[in-house]
């Protein structure tokens, strides 16, 4: 089945550090990938997608790449900033509408 | 847009009661989610309903849950009876069917627990 594997949390950087949240997935066909963003106490947000191999996604400073040949979707920023601080969710689409979400990876800013 | 309403953000209740969670999906999307989260199982689909149908309710843990649909605009996810295990948020989410990518919008949740 389809499946998705995110780097283990929590990750702490500084301000201003780069950042990159590791992302794999396990899917037949050519499935469509997402980014989530969770903010303390609030729903899942998108924070950005890509829908075919060497598509980039971005918003808000954060890029992902849909890497078919590594099955990856590994989640950059150049700069993080403390409002960087959310747990962040990578997940899958085979163009069912459900997702398939990774396990999550909590993200914390120090100034 | 008011975005996908839950209620409600808070529920504390003893051990074999019932308890019955809202969700109002934003308008004009036809599918809505049901999701729990907790720390150890992270985020679990439950069920899902496509135009006030349940599609695919294989999340669902056991017969104590059940979730209905009665019309677009209004969904109950209930638990009867409720079990401690059964502490988590749960997230309602719709979505609007676009072709091949469809964003789900999430409501705030609702954090449940069972003492």
């Known amino acids: 089945g389809n499946s998705v594997t995110q780097m283990e949390g929590p990750v702490t950087l500084s301000e201003e550090a780069f950042l990159t949240i590791n992302c794999t997935y396990t899917?037949?066909?050519?499935?469509?990938l997402f980014w989530y963003v969770q903010y303390p106490g609030e729903g899942l947000q998108l924070l950005l997608k890509a829908t075919k191999a060497d598509d980039k996604g971005s918003n808000k400073g954060f890029e992902a790449t849909y890497r078919k040949e590594t099955t990856s979707f590994h989640l950059e920023k150049g700069s993080v900033q403390v409002s960087d601080s959310a747990v962040y969710f990578c997940?899958?689409?085979?163009?069912?509408?459900?997702?398939?979400f990774g396990q999550g990876t909590r993200l914390t800013i120090n100034p | 847009d008011a975005g996908v309403i839950q209620s409600p953000r808070h529920e504390v209740t003893e051990m074999g009661q019932e308890v019955t969670l809202r969700c109002k999906p934003i308008?004009?999307?036809?599918?809505l989610f049901w999701y729990r989260q907790t720390m150890m199982r992270g985020l679990e689909l439950l069920i899902y309903f496509n135009n006030n149908v349940p599609i695919d309710d294989s999340g669902m843990p056991e017969d104590r849950f059940s979730a209905k649909m009665p019309n677009a605009s209004f969904s109950t996810l209930k638990i009867q009876p409720s079990e401690p295990r059964d502490s988590a948020v749960y997230f309602c989410?719709?979505?609007?069917?676009?072709?091949?990518?469809?964003?789900?919008?999430f409501g705030n949740g609702t954090r449940l627990t069972v003492t």
């Open positions: 989410a719709s979505s609007l069917r676009t072709g091949k990518v469809s964003p789900l919008h």
């Open positions: 308008s004009g999307h036809d599918y």
């Open positions: 899917a037949t066909g050519y499935p469509s």
């Open positions: 997940a899958l689409s085979d163009g069912a509408q459900k997702l398939v």
